[in-house]
């Protein structure tokens, strides 16, 4: 079973929809997971950070962190054509070192159609 | 903030050379620097951590001695890829942490390596 788990899709939806994006894990000592937006030939770029469970909203994007089931999600409200890109899961833990190295998950490419 | 630069941006090389990609960090320090490869269609994967002053750890399968990471100071880590094949081939990216102690990575704009 590999680390974190993500559907890598393609997701199709109209100019609109609610968007809702998810990645499970099977590490417990994850604590802190954050959701990167990479457009094609691009960088990941941070988009929401959530340390332990809860939910977190900053504008259009809301995400939810579920640690007693290993699950988190991100959910994109009136999404827009601009959206479309491949949205990556990460992860990580204290690992005592202090290096915080991240897990991803492959990552969900979706299309928001005009 | 949190802005972290990468140079260059592309890079076609002969096979046999090396290549020198650099990672900056332009508005903050960073002690830890990352460096990902990323295949089509496929997720980052870790290549090495790059701590300032001190040598490069890397992940098991990552060759050191083709892989070379210097991280001289708190804004600069350079990755150079030597005597690069084309298997080589792929999208190079670096990321970089504020401090020890932060957990979010903040990532560049990425390398495309193409080796003939």
């Known amino acids: 079973q590999k680390e974190v788990e993500q559907d890598p899709g393609p997701l199709s939806v109209p100019e609109g929809a609610i968007v809702s994006l998810n990645c499970t894990y099977s590490?417990?000592?994850?604590?802190?997971f954050m959701w990167y937006r990479q457009y094609s030939r691009k960088g990941p770029e941070l988009l929401m950070y959530t340390y332990s469970s809860g939910n977190k909203e900053d504008g259009r994007f809301t995400a939810q962190v579920d640690k007693s089931s290993k699950y988190i999600s991100l959910f994109i409200r009136d999404s827009q054509p601009s959206d479309s890109a491949t949205y990556l899961c990460a992860m990580s833990a204290n690992s005592g070192a202090g290096s915080y190295q991240l897990t991803f998950g492959k990552g969900t490419k979706l299309s928001v159609i005009p | 903030g949190a802005v972290v630069s990468q140079h260059p941006s592309r890079v076609i090389c002969k096979s046999g050379t090396s290549v020198k990609i650099e990672c900056r960090s332009l508005?903050?320090?960073?002690?830890?620097m990352f460096w990902y490869r990323q295949f089509p269609k496929q997720s980052l994967m870790l290549m090495a951590t790059s701590n300032e002053g001190s040598k490069a750890t890397y992940e098991q399968g990552v060759e050191k001695d083709k892989f070379l990471i210097n991280h001289a100071s708190l804004t600069l880590s350079t990755l150079t890829v030597t005597s690069a094949h084309p298997e080589d081939s792929s999208f190079y990216i670096c990321?970089?942490?504020?401090?020890?102690?932060?957990?979010?990575?903040?990532f560049g704009p990425g390398t495309r390596l193409l080796v003939l």
């Open positions: 590490n417990s000592a994850f604590q802190y």
């Open positions: 990321s970089a942490r504020r401090t020890p102690f932060q957990e979010t990575q903040y």
């Open positions: 508005d903050f320090q960073a002690t830890t």
